[in-house]
């Protein structure tokens, strides 16, 4: 274990350091190199920011929406980030119930797993933390969350939030803040990772610092948010004595 510092008492640059408070970005910032970040609790999206299953839902989608006449791509992009009943509920015909509609694409979703893989450096980071130190927050339900994260052999936490726990989605940042009531964890003390707009939006709306991944968004759409490309770029340092995880920016 490396030896806690006082970062009060060691003056170093500042753009190296960063405090859990989000820092004012009037542009895109991509977090340079070497810095190192530190905090109680981290709370990650899942789609988009853990798990790339954009070949399955994409499949999944189009071809429900191709036997209703609908181009998967008059509604591709709003779909990252958003409920799966909210999506539905903006696309579907009048004469479709979108409840009914959505249990038809949730059990396709369910088997079709092929092409799901981890975000890059995902499981090298979250083998790195301990369970009850992390919370996935997602917009999916909870068995299609389960189905993924397993198709992509990550691990899960002890807190999940899925779409069965919440009334409203993202950008409402009420799913990040029950995830912090679960953890029993103050927005002061978490790091929002998120990948899409919504999420974004409901990360900060949460009061938690939050990092955008480049992963769905190209770097000129993240404006005002500090980022990294994915968790390749991230790694665990240090699991402190009193549970502070130390994180650094490679």
């Not at 109680?40 to 994409?58: I, K, N, R």
């Not at 429900?64 to 958003?82: C, K, P, Q, T, V």
């Not at 979108?98 to 369910?110: H, N, T």
């Not at 992390?134 to 299609?144: C, G, K, N, R």
Request: with cysteine; charged share 25%; hydrophobic share 40%.
């Amino acid at each position: 274990m490396l030896p806690q510092v006082d970062a009060a008492q060691t003056k170093l640059p500042v753009e190296k350091h960063y405090n859990q408070q989000k820092q004012p970005t009037p542009t895109t910032m991509r977090i340079p190199p070497e810095t190192r970040i530190s905090t109680q609790y981290l709370l990650f999206d899942m789609d988009g920011t853990l798990v790339d299953s954009t070949a399955a839902v994409e499949h999944v989608w189009g071809a429900w929406a191709a036997g209703h006449g609908i181009a998967l791509e008059s509604f591709r992009h709003s779909m990252h980030g958003r409920r799966a009943i909210d999506i539905m509920r903006s696309i579907i015909p009048p004469h479709l119930d979108p409840e009914a509609e959505l249990r038809i694409v949730d059990d396709r979703e369910l088997i079709e797993t092929d092409g799901i893989v981890p975000i890059r450096g995902a499981a090298e980071l979250l083998a790195g933390l301990p369970r009850d130190r992390w919370a996935l927050v997602t917009s999916a339900q909870l068995p299609l969350a389960k189905a993924r994260m397993a198709a992509a052999g990550l691990p899960l936490p002890e807190i999940i939030v899925s779409s069965d726990d919440i009334p409203d989605g993202k950008p409402n940042p009420a799913c990040y803040r029950l995830a912090l009531e679960r953890l029993g964890c103050t927005p002061e003390n978490a790091i929002v990772f998120e990948d899409a707009p919504a999420g974004l939006a409901a990360g900060h709306a949460a009061g938690c610092r939050t990092i955008a991944l480049a992963t769905v968004q190209p770097e000129n759409r993240l404006d005002g948010e500090e980022w990294l490309p994915d968790f390749s770029f991230l790694t665990v340092e240090d699991i402190e004595a009193s549970g502070s995880i130390r994180l650094r920016v490679l």
